[in-house]
């Protein structure tokens, strides 16, 4: 069973975007363990819409994107895996004020996912994953900007970051042991925190939305907002104690390459600074993690002056938690990957009002300890 939370979009054939936003990943899976590495199953698969962009998605107020198929999974380690499924997909698309939805026609749709697992018990197991989804449909009337009804061939792809719980049966004569075809083992004792420098880098794929609510005068507010797929980076240093904890300072930097809300914006940034904790749960080196920085959004013009951009938002308050895990390649060097939700609230410079982030992110990172 897959939950999520992540980006999709649906792109006509000459490559602007019709629809696009937040979306809810559900997925459900059941198969059969091939051999203790490989597991052949059938899925059903439903992304839910959470939230439009408003600029690109004209006036559709709800989206599903459905469909079933088959796939592999792989464990190249017992924690770890890979899997890839291909399926027949169908997508149902709401308008505001319209009297019926429109479906386009069935079609074919790809997924790639890897997740990282911890066994909870000797048949359940939770884990921690990212996905990339991608496919085509045809469909008559889609796209607001085409009023020719001809049959259009619309593209799909989407990123999410998803919660995967997995129940494994036992092997048939297994008597009653644990030992279960394809599940993680239980994690070795592995790698213990020493007390002293800790060292750590990550940078990863995400999404991030900025909403300005500007005062118009009279009590009311002109909210606007800007979103789009983003790139997010972090670097930290700090020191281990009590081989549990790292204190830390942080920095970190996330940006959106032409955002979806303003055609005159090239880029929005969002960057931050401020100290934070990190705590390892032993022995499987599964970390939570939280800070608290000083942030500030840019948002850098594609044209004129970056002058612009400067007076668009005061320093304020950002909070960040995460939930990851970390392998120790080396006695103090180790790669990990994390989940991240952000979110902040910052005054506007020269009455521009109050400024609202909020992102999540999928990221990979070094850490020296």
Do not use: C
């Amino acid at each position: 069973m897959r939950l999520g939370l992540g980006s999709l979009t649906v792109s006509n054939g000459y490559g602007a975007e019709i629809v696009g936003g937040a979306s809810v990943p559900i997925g459900v899976s059941a198969g059969v363990s091939l051999t203790r590495a490989l597991v052949v199953f059938g899925d059903i698969r439903d992304d839910h819409m959470l939230l439009f962009d408003s600029s690109n998605s004209y006036d559709a107020t709800w989206f599903d994107l459905y469909g079933a198929g088959l796939g592999l999974k792989f464990y190249p380690t017992p924690g770890f895996f890979l899997a890839g499924s291909g399926s027949v997909a169908r997508l149902r698309l709401g308008h505001q004020g319209g009297s019926s939805t429109e479906n386009s026609d069935w079609g074919a749709m790809a997924r790639l996912w890897a997740a990282a697992e911890w066994p909870v018990s000797s048949r359940w197991s939770v884990g921690l994953g990212a996905e990339y989804q991608f496919g085509v449909v045809h469909s008559r009337g889609l796209d607001p900007g085409l009023p020719d009804p001809q049959r259009r061939k619309y593209s799909l792809d989407g990123l999410s970051l998803l919660v995967v719980t997995s129940f494994h049966q036992p092997a048939a004569g297994a008597s009653g042991s644990a030992e279960v075809a394809g599940a993680p083992a239980t994690p070795p004792a592995g790698y213990h925190a020493h007390d002293g420098l800790y060292l750590n880098a990550s940078l990863g794929p995400g999404w991030l939305w900025v909403r300005n609510q500007l005062a118009v005068g009279s009590g009311q507010t002109l909210p606007r907002e800007w979103s789009g797929r983003a790139t997010s980076l972090a670097l930290s240093a700090g020191v281990a104690f009590a081989h549990h904890f790292v204190v830390f300072g942080e920095f970190s930097a996330t940006q959106v390459r032409d955002p979806a809300g303003e055609d005159y914006l090239a880029s929005v940034e969002w960057r931050g600074f401020g100290p934070g904790l990190r705590y390892y749960l032993m022995p499987a080196n599964v970390f939570l993690a939280g800070s608290f920085l000083l942030s500030k959004v840019f948002m850098y013009p594609g044209f004129s002056t970056r002058g612009f951009s400067e007076r668009l938002s005061n320093w304020g308050g950002m909070g960040s938690l995460s939930l990851g895990k970390e392998w120790w390649v080396l006695s103090d060097l180790g790669i990990g990957a994390a989940a991240e939700f952000t979110f902040g609230k910052l005054p506007g410079n020269d009455g521009w009002g109050t400024y609202t982030a909020t992102g999540i992110s999928m990221a990979a990172s070094v850490s020296f300890n």
